[in-house]
């Protein structure tokens, strides 16, 4: 389902066995978020900024869906890492957070380091196919929702634009989850 195209160059040798890395970033709240906060979670990734007017808007909109869609299923998780650090700082994050309606416990937007953030979007997530360097004039803008299991494996990208979708999306969770239902004896 990965074009090589939307691989970078330096990770295209791994096949199945590619895991997302670790992170270290900051939520909407000031939080430390890392890989452990969605240790044992099926979770949704996507790359946004809160200053976007337009693909933007649309994924925010398929960002509340799910919330609404997993509100009650705490294996089920949210993950919007900014691609604009310098601007979607701790308190933007916040203002941005209120008017989406995020719940915190579900959802995560996160800042932190440019590079590291480009660096997660290109090489772990696999969500973008633009070349960069996380300087100051790179800018990563994708439409991807990237599907990642408990085991930190990406197992789907979905466009976040695309109501139809978000429901292929909405049925492929539900189906991991059975892969994660305890066996019966």
Known sequence: MVTADLVDTTVQYI????????????????????????????YVADF???????ICIDMAKSMQTLQKEFKNDDDIKLLSHSVTPEIDDVP????????KG??????????G?????YNLARKEYLA???????????LVHTENFVLVDKEKRIRGFYDGTNPEEIE???EDI??????????EK
């Open 168 to 170: 292929k999306l909405i």
């Open 92 to 99: 933007q994050l916040k203002k941005y957070a209120k008017e």
């Open 15 to 42: 096949r199945k066995y590619h895991k997302v890395k670790d992170f270290k970033l900051v939520n909407q709240n000031g939080d430390t978020i890392t890989q452990k906060d969605y240790k044992d979670k099926i």
């Open 113 to 117: 380091d440019k590079k590291q953030i």
């Open 174 to 183: 539900d189906i991991l989850r059975l892969e994660y239902l305890p066996e």
């Open 102 to 111: 995020v719940i915190d416990s579900k959802w995560n937007l996160v800042t």
């Open 128 to 138: 973008s196919k633009t070349e960069g360097d996380g300087g100051p004039y790179d």
């Open 48 to 54: 946004f900024f809160t200053t976007c007017q337009s």
